[in-house]
């Protein structure tokens, strides 16, 4: 069981809004910068949101990332097919002095 | 562009050390505050931070791996070396390299990744 949680699936049809959730606690989310990655199988996963609402350059701004207290999002505008993937939400734990991350959410387009 | 690739055998048996390289290219592990963490990936599971190796050989491992695992640098190379002693099945993972960036803000925040590579731990 990942310390952080997400749900294990969202799904969106093309040019919707979804929204993935992850919640911690105040060891980790509360006071640490939030990351968040897009992977698809079989390729190196990609930072899509550092500093909780930072983007590379690169990523779209169909991409956002936000953070309250002891929980942080991603949200994702414009559903485009080729979002469809696993995203996965990351931050430091200050209790077990190590990275956690959290289960995944597999991201369906319909 | 940075890019990086990991190295190694793709099975291992029970009780035996495993050894990983990871070669990079595009920046230097001599560069004040930048990084390189190894991640892992058990088949159909979530990703999980193992280690990070720092520009001046500091180094943070996970705390349930403490004991297994070690990084080494060439920065010559461009090299980083992930050793994990006493492997067992539930090590079987596709395991990552990644560059932490000079200003990250987070000992979680790697860009980019390299491909991965797939070990397998079985007899």
């Known amino acids: 069981q990942s310390i952080l949680t997400q749900p294990p699936s969202a799904s969106g049809t093309p040019g919707q809004r979804v929204t993935i959730s992850c919640s911690g606690s105040?060891?980790?989310?509360?006071?640490?910068?939030v990351n968040w990655y897009q992977h698809l199988p079989g390729t190196a996963p990609k930072l899509l949101i550092f500093?909780?609402?930072q983007r590379p350059s690169g990523v779209p701004d169909r991409f956002s990332g936000s953070k309250s207290g002891t929980s942080a999002s991603l949200a994702i505008s414009g559903l485009q097919s080729e979002d469809e993937a696993d995203y996965y939400c990351a931050a430091w734990d200050d209790s077990l002095n190590g990275g956690v991350f959290g289960g995944g959410t597999k991201l369906t387009v319909l | 562009q940075i890019t990086l690739k990991e190295s190694g055998p793709t099975l291992v048996k029970p009780t035996q050390t495993l050894t990983l390289t990871c070669t990079f290219s595009?920046?230097?592990?001599?560069?004040?505050?930048?990084?390189v963490g190894w991640l892992r990936q058990p088949p159909g599971k979530a990703l999980e931070w193992l280690a990070l190796i720092y520009w001046d050989d500091d180094k943070v491992y996970s705390p349930s791996l403490k004991n297994r695992l070690t990084l080494t640098k060439d920065t010559f190379k461009n090299q980083v070396v992930l050793t994990l002693t006493n492997m067992d099945p539930v090590d079987t993972a596709t395991y990552y390299c990644?560059?932490?960036?000079?200003?990250?803000?987070?000992?979680?925040?790697?860009?980019?990744w390299g491909q991965g590579t797939l070990v397998t731990v079985s007899s």
């Open positions: 595009g920046f230097s592990l001599s560069t004040s505050g930048v990084g």
């Open positions: 990644a560059h932490r960036r000079q200003n990250s803000g987070s000992l979680v925040e790697f860009d980019p």
């Open positions: 105040s060891s980790n989310i509360e006071n640490n910068n």
């Open positions: 500093r909780n609402n």
